[in-house]
Structure formats: C-alpha cells, structure tokens
C-alpha cells in the first residue's frame, strides 16, 4: 500500500506527531513516502486516532514507553508511524496520570500499515486496529473505506451525489469496510440513519484524488451527554 506525503491533518495535530518522532526511542521516524517508493520490510506502519467523544486528554503507552509529549486528545491523529515489529504493548491513560483505562497487545507485521482507535465511552473505552494494506487503485481511481466510531448512532449509510445506492450501508459502532475504489473526483457526501430517518449529516466537497487512499471517520455522539459538545461528524483522513 503506498502512503502519500499529502496527510489532512490539523497544524496542533501535526506538530504533535512531530513532537512525538523525538519523544521515544523505539520508534524510527516518520513513515510517509515522497517518492511513492514501496515500503522497507524491517519496520511496522501505524497511525493513532483519538475517537473516544467523552474522554480526558490521554498519554500512549508503548512498551512502557511514554510515546507523546503532548496530551492525545479528541480526534487527534498522529499519521503513520514507524515502529519496531512484532509483539508491541499498547497502553492509555489520562495525561500525566498512571491508572491504565485500556490496554492491549498488537502483533505488528514486517511492511504492514494499521490504524489504531481509541473507541467508545471513557468509562468503557476500547481499542481498534485495522491493518491499511491494501491493492494499488486504478488508474483514475481513489480507494475508499468507512470507519463508524460513533457509540451511539444507529446503523449509517454514506451516500454520494444523490446517488439512489449507498457508497455504504448499515455501519454499525466499530464497523470498518474494506477498501473501494473510487473515480477521482469531488463528491457530496451524506451520512443519513436509514431505519429512523434520524440523521442527515452533509459533507460536502470532499476530494478523492487518483491514486490515494482515504478512511471516512464517522465520531461523535448522535445524542451528546449534558456538557458534552462533540456531536456527530465526519472526518476524512488520508492514508
């Protein structure tokens, strides 16, 4: 899977992924290819998502290794990374605090791409991974996956340009869809709850280039709890 240089990151977000390449020592560096060159089959690839809706600025945990200097926060993300491979420990906690709220073990693979998200309520918080790898898009084409990482909206589907048929259809909490491909081109995206008719979320302009890949990240609450502002959005990232 080639990883592009061009990533929609936030500035706060991207100065936070740099701080983090000089904040461990395990870690090698940034991973993103200029040159579209294929990727070094000694290291491991992984991006980190921050999707939890309610929970504190966060501190990562690798190996038992701090891995950022600023707090993870909400719909932050890193970029990918490059890591060691094999058995690698993951663990989160609030900023500047020990108590560990989730943890696991991920086996990461030699020339492998994974995302990683902190998901659902803080009190209850899980981890994701997905592995990115994927075929090469066609000439003209973008390839396009959905990631549904709201805890409490219904099943969603994401349709583009008032097409009749859903891009993608009834995405539950945690549902990831593979990779397809799309024509390269600009598209209105509406995110709609097709069994109650309850949502209608409109993204529009969005801009799948040729030869990119995109995750469409759907987060936030459909109902916010009282003093919580982050109501359902979309975001897309590119890969």
Known sequence: MRLNAKQEIPLNGMMRSMM??????????????????????????????????NAPAMDIGIDNRQLN?????????????????????????PAHANN????????????????IFTVGDYNNLKVL???????APSDGKAKV???NLSPDAPALDVSANDQNDPLFSDSNFMDASGF??????????IVTSPDDNSIQLNVP???????????????????????????LSAEIIVN
Do not use: W
């Not at 991974?129 to 075929?135: M, Q």
């Not at 302009?205 to 109501?231: C, D, E």
């Open 100 to 115: 560990v709220v989730a943890d696991t073990t991920f086996i990461l693979g030699a020339g492998r791409t994974y995302s």
């Open 180 to 189: 397809m491909e799309l024509t390269a081109d600009e598209y209105d995206l």
């Open 205 to 231: 302009n969005v801009k799948f280039q040729n030869g990119y890949y995109y995750t469409i990240i759907l987060r936030g609450y459909h109902v916010p709890p009282a003093g919580n502002n982050n109501s």
């Open 20 to 53: 983090m390449l000089v904040a461990i020592v395990f870690m090698l560096s940034s991973c993103n290819n200029d040159d579209g060159d294929s990727l070094p089959e000694n290291v491991a690839y992984v991006s980190l998502y921050q999707a939890s809706p």
């Open 129 to 135: 991974k997905l592995e990115d790898n994927s075929d």
């Open 145 to 147: 996956r959905l990631v």
């Open 69 to 93: 200097i600023y707090p993870f926060d909400y719909a932050d993300y890193t970029g990918y990374l490059r890591f060691f491979t094999g058995s690698r420990y993951f663990q989160f906690t």
